[in-house]
């Protein structure tokens, strides 16, 4: 079976495994956030990795680093609402530390990956 170039990204394999954990966490939410929180935060999650796997399919530098910063956007948006699920105690101390700390490893490597097509983009 072929293996897409995405799929060797380190950031995006971080990416998927996060919306993972975050589909695992959402389970323990209260039904009531069925279509508020939990579908934000499903969707927002699987945007990330969606995003960098798009990046991948683009033809020039200017294009990937787009879809890149698409995915560091959807990352904010998933930290806000991890913010606000952790206040509103729908998850943990300890589950939303971990995380936001898997968060932070994600958008580290989307800035350099964008640093780099943005860089590659100018070079031309």
């Not at 495994?17 to 589909?23: A, C, E, R, W």
């Not at 033809?59 to 560091?72: E, G, N, V």
């Amino acid at each position: 079976m072929y293996t897409f170039s995405f799929e060797k990204l380190e950031v995006w394999i971080e990416a998927k495994d996060f919306s993972k954990m975050i589909y695992q966490i959402t389970t323990k939410f209260p039904e009531t956030e069925k279509y508020g929180l939990i579908s934000q935060l499903r969707r927002a999650s699987i945007s990330i990795a969606s995003n960098i796997a798009e990046d991948n399919a683009r033809k020039t530098f200017r294009d990937k680093a787009h879809f890149s910063t698409i995915a560091f956007e959807s990352s904010v948006e998933v930290l806000n609402q991890l913010i606000i699920s952790y206040e509103l105690n729908f998850i943990s101390e300890i589950d939303y530390l971990n995380l936001r700390k898997h968060l932070e490893s994600i958008t580290n490597k989307l800035n350099s990956l964008r640093n780099y097509q943005l860089e590659k983009s100018e070079n031309k």
